[in-house]
């Protein structure tokens, strides 16, 4: 017999698997369960964008792409950056186009990352990062985010987290799970402590067209700490078309950033990947650059607006302290009232009221005391969830 557990990488054995799935995969076996575990658009992909894809196939455009991405598809996501971030970049050579913002993710951390670097993590954050520092040979080090800040990456935090071996910060924002949203003046404190050093800025800004307005205009506009003085030059920005344009199963994203940076990027791609789904890219091209699908896209967005709004009144009334999610489509709702941790809350709420939900601990240790509920999903898929969790609620006191 052979012993696969000598066989296989010490690495790769070190890593658990994703929290969100365990619940989802739960939920799966399960009849009459509603979940609220994954962060996927219950809306369609819009018409204009499926359109594109089925004439793309009909008229037989199914080769390789080049390994960068389709020429009219980095040169639509160069002007998408630069009306939404006011971020110019090349489309020649400062983009990549890749198998969604995953990849795009992956292939950053280990262009930049040698065995022992350190990488900044703030948490709660979503799940991918820590166990995609370590593969690449560096460590992860988390930065902890406080409700008090409202899950903000603070300076203090930050200045006490760099060493000289840290090599890059990653900036989750708008946030998975939270929902915190960094602004501008936010951002530029972040920005003189990286001024000047050689860290670089990983952002992920998949969720930039999902901000909302609660607190003041300029919450409308996400912003980008690549588009501040001196940043442009050491920022990684990582982007796709999952969230915004409802096309999770697309799989498709992109890296942008420094030409000497994005050089390396491609190797890796080049060989991991050679390139993105050919139809995907022709999509992608009519989701960027379409008046149509900008209307579908600004009518999501007041959609997911909504149900946030639902979704927060609706656990402060039942006695759960919700912070006001800025961004995304997620609330974090504190259950430390209740008496039970985050996995055992999600565990009897899904066995007694057939409710799924992820603990708070999916995303790092400091999510203890907190669940993440998606609000991707119909109003009434929402308020049914919630009179179980209510009568959940009740039953455990």
Known sequence: MINYDKILSEKVKSIQFS??????????????????????PDFKTPWAIRRKAILSLETGHTRYSSNSGMVEL?????????????????????????????????????????DGDEVLVPEPSFV????????????????????????KLTPKALKAAITPKTKALILPFPNNPTGAVMRRDELEEIAEILRGTEIMAISDEIYAELTYSDGGEDLKKHVSIASLDGMRERTILINGFSKAFAMTGWRLGWVAGPEPILTQILKIHQYAIMCSPTTSQYAAITALSSPEVRRDVDYMVNEYDMRRRLCVKSFNDMGLNCFNPEGAFYVFPCI????????????????????????????????????????????KHLTDAFARIEEFLREIK
């Open 19 to 40: 929290g969100i799935r365990k619940f989802f995969d739960i939920a799966a076996t399960m009849d009459n369960v509603i979940s609220l575990s994954v962060g996927e």
């Open 74 to 114: 980095r040169v639509e996501a160069c002007k998408y950056m630069q009306n939404l971030l006011g971020v110019s970049y090349d489309p020649n050579n400062e983009i990549v186009v890749t198998v969604g913002g995953s990849e795009a993710i992956d292939i950053a951390i280990r262009a930049l990352v040698n």
């Open 128 to 151: 991918c990062y820590a166990p995609l520092v370590e593969l690449a040979g560096g460590v992860a080090v988390p930065i902890i985010t406080k409700v008090e800040d409202n899950f």
């Open 336 to 379: 430390k009232s209740t008496g039970l941790t985050s996995e055992e809350f999600c565990e009897r709420l899904i066995k007694s009221k057939r409710v799924a939900v992820v603990p708070g601990t999916a995303f790092g240790k400091s999510g203890e005391g907190f669940v993440r509920v998606s609000y991707a999903y119909s109003l």
